[in-house]
């Protein structure tokens, strides 16, 4: 079984350009959630979908972040425009709800 | 606010020690507690926690749930170097019930 997909593996951007990662949950999971994850630091909430709906993104700058899941299945999640602050591990997972949730490899941005 | 609290947020230990990893939480709405392992990018699932008292063991790792003293543990014996790796506890609840909230993580270093 395929596990959960995210792209790229790594980015390193200048601070004001913008940014997108890219996530494929594993098939039939109907929750997506993004994270940033700081050195140090335990997983933080940025935005969490049920199907296509976004039903917590109370965490998300606004200002800057965007997230998109149209067709309830694979999502993007966009920085613009990037600041230094932004760098660190950006983690997507899914699952069924209420279930345990099952992490992709991340994707590491760095912003110089 | 919902809190996740670990200790201790480091440990160096030799192979064949066993370690007990704490995990305390002020959490609205529990539903369950996560333990995973971390030990690149992507967490690892380990332990789904719901119930008082009841031990789940995988191996040489173990983890109980205290819902009245609001605590878990996990434990680990006879530790070898492959079990070096950031272990992370986190609590679904909140708000929203199906939020998960992630401590700041046990970094567990086992030297030969």
């Not at chain 1, 790229?8 to 990662?21: G, L, N, S, T």
């Not at chain 1, 067709?71 to 932004?86: C, N, R, W, Y």
């Amino acid at each position: 079984e395929a596990g959960v997909v995210q792209s790229p593996r790594y980015k390193i951007i200048e601070k004001k350009q913008p940014v997108a990662f890219w996530c494929n949950p594993i098939s039939g999971h109907n929750t997506l959630y993004w994270y940033r994850q700081n050195l140090g630091q335990g997983p933080e909430l940025l935005i969490r979908y049920e199907n296509e709906e976004a039903v917590d993104d109370s965490q998300l700058p606004k200002d800057r972040f965007s997230a998109e899941r149209l067709k309830g299945v694979d999502s993007t999640l966009k920085i613009q425009p990037a600041e230094l602050g932004d760098s660190a591990v950006y983690l997507c997972a899914s699952s069924v709800t209420n279930g345990k949730l099952f992490f992709g490899s991340g994707t590491q941005l760095s912003v110089l | 606010e919902d809190k996740v609290v670990q200790s201790p947020l480091s440990l160096v230990v030799h192979e064949g020690d066993t370690v007990t990893l704490n995990c305390s939480y002020e959490v609205t709405n529990f539903r369950s507690l996560l333990w995973y392992k971390q030990e690149k990018k992507a967490p690892t699932f380990l332990f789904m926690l719901t119930s008082s008292g009841i031990e789940k063991k995988s191996g040489r790792l173990s983890s109980i749930l205290d819902k009245k003293e609001l605590f878990s543990i996990l434990n680990i014996t006879a530790t070898q170097t492959g079990d070096s790796a950031i272990y992370l506890c986190a609590v679904m609840g909140g708000a929203g019930s199906y939020q998960l909230t992630f401590g700041k993580g046990t970094k567990l270093s086992v030297i030969p």
